[in-house]
């Protein structure tokens, strides 16, 4: 090897050594291959690979596979059976959608019927379980299905996540009256196991108001929706009117001027909706033993008596009519009429004149009166006044630090936007209301299709808020 060839030249040579060196050589001399002779007599050295050592051994060089080659189309060991082809779309047609008779503003009229006038919580999610009852029974309408009671509550408490029972149908039915046809069925598939469980009534639900339809669209489900929500809103409207003659004094609006509830009002409290009667299975009497024929005429027998208590009853008050005597005053304790008692009386309010009461009174309902009557552009329009004296004194600070008499309107809305946190847009509305309220101090000049706002400096700032207020009593005054 080479290393027992390298360190003769450091010892003595000995013959074992030598004969060993000459051996190496030659193997080395072997080993080599011979260069190569190219066209024209030039010869090209190969490089000498590098000694074989036992811990490394030669890396064969990896020949990587030929991708399989997929034949053209048009060749003959294509199969066509085996994998076919799509045709390609030489022309198509795109169909527009019809129009519709009606314009878009009277299709969709009732959607925007009401006021905005809030309903009870309680109301709210009644009206959320009618839109899902609406849904499903819909659906099922097109399957062909029968809809029981057992799979509108399943699917509807999927859809809400939120209890539904049979006495949301009751009131519906109250508030909706031909929104849904309620039925009592009996050996519907599906409802039984046992041939004893066939004779057994079902109630079930089909939508109402279909006429011609087999099902509603989108847009009817939609629309019942809002004519559900409207008599939830009329129910609610008769105990604001109950609560408003409860006032003292009473007070009288017509329903369709108020925009808003009573302040005192507690809308929330409204008793729940009453609940309709809805069919009941037919009554089946089956007797299988002779103690129950006995109850049953047990019970005919005792309903005749009380039919005949009942009748004489009724001529002994027709007697005490025609005698003269009122039944509202029956005498007790000897011939003495019973007197209510007399209303309880604040303490609070004892020995204040009557007078002043009732004009204090009278006014607070005149106050209340035109409150829930406001029209909401007005209303709008004071609480954008109420938040006017705040910018005003932004608006001042602003023009004196930068101590100039005219500044752009970007620039001064976005500093009031900072200041007071209310949004750009809704900064420039108030400025647009300020310049039309207060046009002696503040005006809007356009130079190179800029805008400026500029401002008086010889008003004062107490001045203006006196302004605003006076403007502000005026317009709740006239409204």
Same mark, same amino acid.
């Given at each position: 090897?080479?290393?027992?060839?390298?360190?003769?030249?450091?010892?003595?040579?000995?013959?074992?050594?030598?004969?060993?060196?000459?051996?190496?050589?030659?193997?080395?001399?072997?080993?080599?291959?011979?260069?190569?002779?190219?066209?024209?007599?030039?010869?090209?050295?190969? /490089?000498?690979?590098?000694?074989?050592?036992?811990?490394?051994?030669?890396?064969?060089?990896?020949?990587?596979?030929?991708?399989?080659?997929?034949?053209?189309?048009?060749?003959?060991?294509?199969?066509?059976?085996?994998?076919?082809?799509?045709?390609?779309?030489?022309?198509?047609?795109?169909?527009?959608?019809?129009?519709?008779?009606?314009?878009?503003?009277?299709?969709?009229?009732?959607?925007?019927?009401?006021?905005?006038?809030?309903?009870?919580?309680?109301?709210?999610?009644?009206?959320?379980?009618?839109?899902?009852?609406?849904?499903?029974?819909?659906?099922?309408?097109?399957?062909?299905?029968?809809?029981?009671?057992?799979?509108?509550?399943?699917?509807?408490?999927?859809?809400?996540?939120?209890?539904?029972?049979?006495?949301?149908?009751?009131?519906?039915?109250?508030?909706?009256?031909?929104?849904?046809?309620?039925?009592?069925?009996?050996?519907?598939?599906?409802?039984?196991?046992?041939?004893?469980?066939?004779?057994?009534?079902?109630?079930?639900?089909?939508?109402?108001?279909?006429?011609?339809?087999?099902?509603?669209?989108?847009?009817?489900?939609?629309? /019942?929706?809002?004519?559900? /929500?409207?008599?939830?809103?009329?129910?609610?409207?008769?105990?604001?009117?109950?609560?408003?003659?409860?006032?003292?004094?009473?007070?009288?609006?017509?329903?369709?001027?108020?925009?808003?509830?009573?302040?005192?009002?507690?809308?929330?409290?409204?008793?729940?909706?009453?609940?309709?009667?809805?069919?009941?299975?037919?009554?089946?009497?089956?007797?299988?033993?002779?103690?129950?024929?006995?109850?049953?005429?047990?019970?005919?027998?005792?309903?005749?008596?009380?039919?005949?208590?009942?009748?004489?009853?009724?001529?002994?008050?027709?007697?005490?009519?025609?005698?003269?005597?009122?039944?509202?005053?029956?005498?007790?304790?000897?011939?003495?009429?019973?007197?209510?008692?007399?209303?309880?009386?604040?303490?609070?309010?004892?020995?204040?004149?009557?007078?002043?009461?009732?004009?204090?009174?009278?006014?607070?309902?005149?106050?209340?009166?035109?409150?829930?009557?406001?029209?909401?552009?007005?209303?709008?329009?004071?609480?954008?006044?109420?938040?006017?004296?705040?910018?005003?004194?932004?608006?001042?600070?602003?023009?004196?630090?930068?101590?100039?008499?005219?500044?752009?309107?970007?620039?001064?809305?976005?500093?009031?936007?900072?200041?007071?946190?209310?949004?750009?847009?809704?900064?420039?509305?108030?400025?647009?209301?300020?310049?039309?309220?207060?046009?002696?101090?503040?005006?809007?000049?356009?130079?190179?299709? /800029?805008?400026?706002?500029?401002?008086?400096?010889?008003?004062?700032?107490?001045?203006?808020?006196?302004?605003?207020?006076?403007?502000?009593?005026?317009?709740?005054?006239?409204?």
């Amino acid at each position: 090897s080479l290393r027992s060839y390298l360190p003769i030249k450091r010892r003595a040579p000995n013959s074992s050594d030598l004969s060993a060196a000459k051996k190496t050589r030659a193997d080395i001399s072997e080993d080599t291959p011979a260069p190569s002779t190219l066209r024209g007599g030039s010869i090209i050295k190969e /490089r000498s690979q590098p000694p074989v050592t036992p811990s490394r051994a030669p890396q064969q060089p990896v020949t990587p596979s030929p991708d399989p080659v997929t034949p053209p189309p048009g060749s003959p060991d294509r199969n066509p059976e085996a994998s076919p082809q799509l045709g390609r779309f030489r022309s198509f047609t795109v169909e527009s959608p019809t129009k519709k008779s009606q314009p878009a503003y009277q299709r969709y009229a009732s959607l925007v019927a009401t006021g905005n006038l809030p309903v009870p919580t309680v109301y709210k999610v009644l009206c959320e379980k009618f839109r899902c009852t609406d849904t499903v029974v819909n659906m099922l309408g097109k399957r062909e299905e029968l809809c029981t009671v057992s799979k509108l509550k399943k699917a509807v408490q999927d859809m809400m996540r939120r209890t539904f029972e049979q006495r949301n149908l009751a009131q519906m039915k109250t508030v909706y009256p031909t929104a849904f046809v309620f039925r009592q069925e009996k050996g519907i598939p599906g409802t039984y196991t046992d041939i004893r469980e066939k004779v057994l009534y079902h109630l079930t639900i089909e939508c109402g108001e279909l006429g011609d339809c087999k099902w509603l669209d989108s847009a009817t489900l939609v629309e /019942r929706t809002q004519t559900f /929500r409207n008599g939830l809103l009329k129910i609610v409207m008769q105990h604001h009117k109950l609560f408003l003659k409860s006032r003292t004094p009473p007070i009288d609006v017509p329903d369709d001027k108020i925009t808003h509830w009573h302040p005192d009002f507690e809308f929330e409290k409204v008793p729940d909706v009453e609940e309709a009667e809805l069919p009941k299975p037919p009554l089946t009497e089956s007797y299988s033993t002779a103690k129950e024929v006995l109850a049953a005429a047990h019970e005919k027998f005792a309903a005749k008596l009380q039919r005949a208590l009942v009748n004489s009853n009724t001529t002994q008050a027709c007697d005490s009519v025609t005698s003269g005597t009122p039944p509202c005053h029956a005498a007790t304790n000897g011939g003495t009429p019973v007197v209510p008692p007399p209303c309880p009386v604040d303490p609070a309010l004892v020995g204040i004149s009557p007078l002043l009461l009732e004009r204090i009174r009278q006014k607070e309902a005149a106050k209340v009166t035109a409150v829930m009557t406001r029209d909401p552009a007005v209303e709008k329009k004071l609480s954008m006044l109420e938040k006017l004296p705040d910018m005003c004194r932004i608006i001042k600070t602003f023009f004196v630090s930068e101590q100039k008499c005219a500044l752009f309107l970007d620039e001064v809305v976005s500093k009031v936007s900072e200041s007071s946190g209310v949004s750009k847009e809704s900064v420039e509305g108030h400025i647009h209301l300020l310049l039309e309220v207060l046009p002696e101090w503040i005006t809007r000049v356009s130079i190179r299709k /800029r805008d400026y706002l500029k401002i008086s400096k010889n008003m004062e700032i107490r001045s203006i808020i006196n302004k605003l207020e006076q403007h502000v009593q005026k317009l709740s005054k006239n409204s």
